[in-house]
């Protein structure tokens, strides 16, 4: 366990990625509506669980089915609401879910690695102190948003280096060792 977990208080912020961390990724395709979401096994708790540690969680994911057109922002929006419903049925709280719309290829200031969601996070949030936040996602694009913005990171699924966990409720699991 790293020493930063033991320090995690409600003066933290989580930042968690979608696809793959909450909810099922579709390899090869997007998450188009509410009937395509699927929590991962845990999920909901561990972000009841999670939430009840830090003072504030937010989503960070990047769409670009939308700049394809696969999907609209109001497919989206539905998708969110479900997922917020459900953590909410749980107990949990998202605060706020930022995405990104836009293409890969245009590499838009909003789409990780970039930073553009940390920083509006931080307008939104003025209190979010990165030195005091986690970013935990699946991919080394995830890795790299939070090690750009100086957040902790965990990595769900493995990985050679850093600290990883199996899944988003190992990870809360293992906070509360």
């Known amino acids: 366990m790293a020493d930063w977990m033991e320090q995690v208080d409600e003066s933290w912020t989580l930042f968690l990625d979608r696809d793959g961390v909450i909810n099922e990724r579709l390899p090869g395709d997007y998450v188009k509506n509410v009937s395509e979401f ?9 972000i009841r669980a999670l939430t009840m540690a830090f003072g504030r969680t937010v989503v960070v994911t990047n769409q670009q089915g939308i700049g394809k057109g696969i999907m609209t922002a109001e ?3 539905a998708v969110h ?4 419903h459900h953590v909410s049925e749980a ?8 995405l990104c719309p836009e293409l890969a290829g245009d590499n838009p200031k909003c789409r990780k690695p970039n930073t553009g969601m940390a920083e509006q996070a931080k307008r939104d949030f003025p209190e979010i102190d990165f030195q005091r936040a ?3 996602g699946d991919s080394p694009s995830d890795m790299e948003f939070g090690d750009r913005m100086q ?3 965990v990595f769900i699924g493995q990985r050679d280096e850093g600290l990883c966990f199996e899944s988003l409720a190992q990870f809360a699991d293992q906070l509360f060792v």
């Open 91 to 98: 107990g949990g709280v998202i605060d706020r879910v930022y």
């Open 38 to 46: 699927v929590f991962l096994p845990g999920a909901e708790l561990a």
């Open 81 to 84: 609401e479900y997922m917020l």
């Open 134 to 136: 986690v970013m935990v």
């Open 151 to 153: 957040m902790k990171t």
């Open 75 to 77: 497919d989206l929006v």
